[in-house]
Nanobody
Framework: QVQLVESGGGLVQPGGSLRLSCAAS????????MNWYRQAPGQQRDLVAG???????NYADSVKGRFTISRDNAKNTVFLQMNSLKPEDTAVYYC?????????WGQGTQVTVSS
């Protein structure tokens, strides 16, 4: 049974930081491409950042220089460090694991950036 469990969301003021975690089980984690997506109310779910098993990363233009994705293959966990948060970063953040035709989602964690 595959599980992706996100944690670390919450309420933060503009300019603040949060670190999201996603713990995976039931998959050969090191071979999976891990991604973070986000979905704001009434909006589509968009890719925020991705990281290959070897550690290559990609980012949405809107978060480059502010967010950092990383992974710990020994702990089957992927992280998203979010700095300089803006109100427009408010969304539910989802962890995604992908390998060839296989794909799995977490349940999401709410991030709210507001003063």
């Amino acid at each position: 049974q595959v599980q992706l469990v996100e944690s670390g969301g919450g309420l933060v003021q503009p300019g603040g930081s949060l670190r999201l975690s996603c713990a995976a089980s039931g998959i050969a984690f090191s071979i999976y491409h891990m991604n973070w997506y986000r979905q704001a109310p009434g909006q589509q779910r968009d890719l925020v950042a991705g990281i290959t098993g070897a550690g290559s990363t990609n980012y949405a233009d809107s978060v480059k220089g502010r967010f950092t994705i990383s992974r710990d293959n020994a702990k089957n966990t992927v992280f998203l460090q979010m700095n300089s948060l803006k109100p427009e970063d408010t969304a539910v953040y989802y962890c995604n694991a992908r390998h060839n035709s296989l794909g799995y989602w977490g349940q999401g964690t709410q991030v709210t950036v507001s003063s």
